[in-house]
């Protein structure tokens, strides 16, 4: 891990902050800014300069006294930290609403992220097409990711489902899985899991919602 | 805000875990099961039974010394703090993919969370329905508000869209958005952002598939 400060631990606050900053960052390349200080990007991002600062210096830091931080270079750096100068593909597991949302959303695309195939336990779905996507057997996914350099699963299944589907992903040598499903999945110590819970998000609002009435 | 023990102010982060306790009372509850100690639920959940103790007395605590928590009991508990307990209607603005992914997702139903109408800009698809949820013209939003009681707007559209459309809800009275654009809105301090960024949650993917390679 190139990046690291020697003998540092990045935390997961830090990483989760990092896509946030690549998305300023972006903006501000579209707007032809050079550079930029980190108490002008501090109430652009509304966070205080100084915790910034020390986001950053977690990569052996970007800036220089005085001049603030190159744009572009500080991007494409937060890039590479995250991955995104190379491609990652993605299978979807689930051609439901959802699964399809996630297969027809071109601005994954745009990151690197390309969506090989959707696989579903449906007759009536398969052999149909997501934005030139195909939607196969769930029985073919085995071979399929023998065959195929596949990064990511998308779970995007019914929560009874989930952990049998994510065993049989995780012996494919799947060593990522965006799930989807409302289940906390349990993997070996070298798979990660984003978990995606749509439904505890809009439960965040009606906390709100109630707690003011 | 009766639940509340007096003068404490619940932490974002005891809030945000309140939705997987609630998961697992509901798994609980559909195992017959009529109570549970904080080790038996540290056991499942995966956090220590000093933190669950913690977390549950912030709202005065639903447990007995020797006897643990009464299932259904502290179910019904923190879905009344999470508002569950009520209905809450909510517009998509937005009727792509994802938009009408939402809208076809009948779990939200289950809690409560009813889909009242889709707004789109795009004549094609005005008049079309997702799951008999009629798309409207994004031109009668505001009558539609007027009209309705909607608590919960949720933004599927493009970025560049998002603050004007969030500026035009907020002035309509609405206190609680669900906002999957990849933008930080600025909004008044009485309304309620819940931001889903799903580029930003596959790249925290890419980077941990980036850090171990």
């Known amino acids: 891990m190139v990046y690291l400060a020697a003998g540092r631990e990045i935390s997961k606050a830090v990483i989760k902050r990092l896509p946030r900053y690549f998305r300023y960052l972006q ?21 205080t300069a100084s915790q910034i600062r020390q986001d950053l210096n977690n990569f052996g830091g970007f800036g220089q006294q005085g001049y603030g931080y190159n744009v572009v270079y500080l991007k ?14 993605i ?16 601005r994954f695309e745009n990151r690197g992220f390309l969506v090989r195939g959707i696989f579903d336990v ?26 195929n350099e596949i990064d990511i699963a998308a779970l995007a299944i019914p929560k009874a489902e989930a952990q049998k589907m994510a065993d049989l992903l995780c012996a494919c040598g799947i060593k990522a899985i965006w799930n989807f499903a409302h289940k906390d999945l ?13 439904i505890e998000s809009l439960m965040q609002l009606s906390y709100k919602l109630n707690k003011d009435n």
Do not use: C, W
């Not at 149909?128 to 065959?147: S, T, Y």
């Open 27 to 47: 903006e501000l390349e579209a707007e032809g800014a050079e550079r930029i200080s980190s108490e002008e990007l501090s109430r652009r991002m509304k966070v």
């Open 186 to 198: 349990e993997v070996p110590d070298d798979v990660y899991v984003e978990n995606v819970n749509l």
């Open 76 to 89: 494409e750096e937060i890039g590479k930290i995250l991955g995104l100068n190379k491609i990652h593909n």
């Open 122 to 147: 449906d007759p009536a779905l398969i052999g149909k097409q997501v934005r030139g996507i195909n939607v196969m057997p769930i029985g073919e996914i085995e071979d399929f990711l023998k065959n």
């Open 91 to 106: 299978v979807i597991i689930g051609g439901g609403n959802l699964g399809r949302a996630i297969a027809g959303y071109t």
